[in-house]
C-alpha cells in the first residue's frame, strides 16, 4: 500500500503562488504516473499535471505555462508549482500515483487552494 499525504495548500491573491506537495510512504515501487488533480465545487475532478515515466510532462490547457509539476524520487515526492493563480484554480488538489498495468491507484486526501481577493 501506499499513502499519500499533501500539504501547501492555502488563501491566495489572484495573480499570486503556491507550492504543493505530496509525500509518499510505503510500498512505493512499480509507480508510472505522478499527478496532480483538482475538483472545484460542483465540479468533476480533473487532471491538472503527470508526470509519467518520469519523462513525460502533461498539462490541462488551463494551467500550460503557469504551473510546472515535478518529483523529487529520493523524497518519494512529487510538487506542483502553481503561478499567477486565478479565481477558477481554486479547488480542492489531489495527489495521485499509480500503475494501471498492475492495478495501483492512490490518492491522497486532497488540500484546498483558494484564489481570491
Known amino acids: 500500500q501506499v499513502q499519500l499525504v499533501e500539504s501547501g495548500g492555502g488563501l491566495v491573491q489572484p495573480g499570486g503562488s503556491l507550492r504543493l506537495s505530496c509525500a509518499a510512504s510505503?510500498?512505493?515501487?512499480?509507480?508510472?504516473?505522478r499527478g496532480w488533480y483538482r475538483q472545484a465545487p460542483g465540479k468533476q475532478r480533473e487532471l491538472v499535471a503527470v508526470i509519467i515515466d518520469g519523462e513525460t510532462f502533461t498539462y490541462a490547457d488551463s494551467v500550460k505555462g503557469r504551473f510546472t509539476i515535478s518529483r523529487d524520487i529520493a523524497k518519494n515526492s512529487v510538487y506542483l508549482q502553481m503561478n499567477s493563480l486565478k479565481p477558477e484554480d481554486t479547488a480542492v488538489y489531489y495527489c495521485?500515483?499509480?500503475?494501471?498495468?498492475?492495478?495501483?491507484?492512490?490518492w491522497g486526501k486532497g488540500t484546498l487552494v483558494t484564489v481570491s481577493s
Open positions: 495521485n500515483m499509480g500503475n494501471n498495468a498492475y492495478g495501483m491507484d492512490y
Open positions: 510505503g510500498t512505493i515501487f512499480r509507480l508510472k504516473t
